[in-house]
């Protein structure tokens, strides 16, 4: 399987806000759209609320590991976005994709 596709637009990171679907946990946001493509694109947000730099890149990695392993088990043509929250801060790998599996379970869009 290939690398996924990036949103980087800020355009469509605001329209997904506006007409996705979001549920949340204690750790994550997640919106998700339906794209009209047969292929998935993945969006992560996190705030200076967070922290440095350095936590926030370490917990952009993390979701994105934590999809990238996961991405074959989930729904095709979609536009998902992650938004962390504060208390993904200090959280470690495996907390982060319970709290990714939980959501895409939320939104019906894992396949088991």
């Known amino acids: 399987m290939g690398k996924s596709k990036s ?3 800020s355009l469509d990171f605001k329209e997904i806000y506006s007409t996705g679907v979001s549920y949340a946990n204690k750790n994550l946001v997640m919106y998700v759209r339906k794209n009209g493509t047969d292929e998935n694109r993945l ?3 996190v705030s200076k609320k967070v922290g ?4 926030r ?4 990695r993390l979701i994105r590991e934590s999809y990238r392993l996961n991405e ?3 729904i095709k043509g979609l536009d998902i976005v992650v ?10 790998y495996f907390e ?12 019906g869009i894992l396949v088991i």
Do not use: D, Y
């Not at 440095?52 to 936590?55: Q, R």
């Not at 938004?83 to 470690?92: E, F, Q, W």
């Open 83 to 92: 938004v962390a929250r504060i208390g993904a801060k200090g959280k470690n």
């Open 96 to 107: 982060i994709e319970s709290s990714l599996l939980h959501l895409m379970k939320l939104h």
């Open 43 to 45: 969006g992560i947000s």
């Open 72 to 74: 074959g088990r989930c």
């Open 52 to 55: 440095n730099s350095v936590i």
């Open 57 to 60: 890149h370490r917990i952009t």
């Open 7 to 9: 949103i980087k637009r």
